[in-house]
């Protein structure tokens, strides 16, 4: 079976990479994701991650806290994520290269839109840090426009719970679970799949979303390879 798609954007939250600790990175999750990612690599695909940074920080939940103060700190927080997933991947054997939208030439190259794309070309995984650069915009966000700037395939959203429901799993047992659905539906349900900036973003630049869980990791292999995993996000179902 050939590959379902040739370049991918992926989406990590910061508390993926936590596991159960809830704080800070977990090695074990880290070298799991790792060793998928390589195996991805391996196949041909071509990789641009993006990470949060809620592990760290939670810019929205600083009491009091100056907004744009707040996000500053959580553009950091994901270089730290980034960092430690380019040093997981590099001791595998994948070349990667981290790129920042502020500017910190001594640990990460700024990003350039063709330098990124050239990258990929090369069969570089490349992981976008620091959001879109600016307050007001979350990583999801940064995920889209960066998926939209690359000419991504398709986003893939791994979260900490494996598919799209009408309602709160946790809190509702009879949650129902969608296979597809599309982007109007999510905003007009108010789903939370992403914040409704991000969702727009893909629906208007009609790129599709897969939403899985990332606490198994091997999640990542079988979409690529068509798997019906999780739920499936476009602007037509």
């Known amino acids: 079976m050939g590959l379902k798609y040739k370049r991918i954007m992926l989406k990590i939250s910061g508390e993926a990479l936590s596991g159960d600790k809830g704080i800070g990175i977990d090695t074990s999750i880290l070298t799991e994701i790792s060793d998928k990612l390589k195996a991805a690599w391996e196949m041909g695909v071509e990789i641009g991650i993006v990470v949060g940074g809620g592990n760290f920080w939670r810019g929205r939940s600083s009491s009091g806290m100056d907004r744009t103060t707040a996000d500053h700190m959580g553009m950091l927080a994901t270089v730290m994520n980034a960092l430690a997933l380019q040093d997981a991947l590099e001791s595998r054997g994948v070349p990667t290269r981290v790129q920042t939208a502020l500017d910190m030439p001594r640990i990460a190259e700024p ?39 690359i000419d991504s395939d398709i986003i893939l959203l791994a979260k900490n719970v494996d598919a799209v429901y009408d309602s709160d799993p946790k809190l509702n047992p009879e949650a129902k679970k969608f296979e597809k659905i599309s982007f109007y539906e999510v905003l007009q349900r108010q789903l939370g799949v992403m914040d409704s900036t991000a969702t727009s973003l893909c629906m208007d630049n009609n790129i599709p979303l897969l939403v899985f869980s990332i606490k198994n990791p091997e999640n990542i292999l079988k979409v690529l390879n068509g798997e019906n995993v999780g739920t499936f996000v476009a602007r037509e179902v």
């Not at 490349?126 to 426009?145: E, H, K, Q, R």
């Open 111 to 149: 990003y350039i839109r063709r330098r990124a794309v050239r990258h990929l070309e090369k069969k570089r995984v490349v992981i976008f840090a620091c959001g879109t650069g600016n307050p007001y915009f979350s990583t999801d966000t940064a995920a889209v426009l960066r998926a939209a700037e």
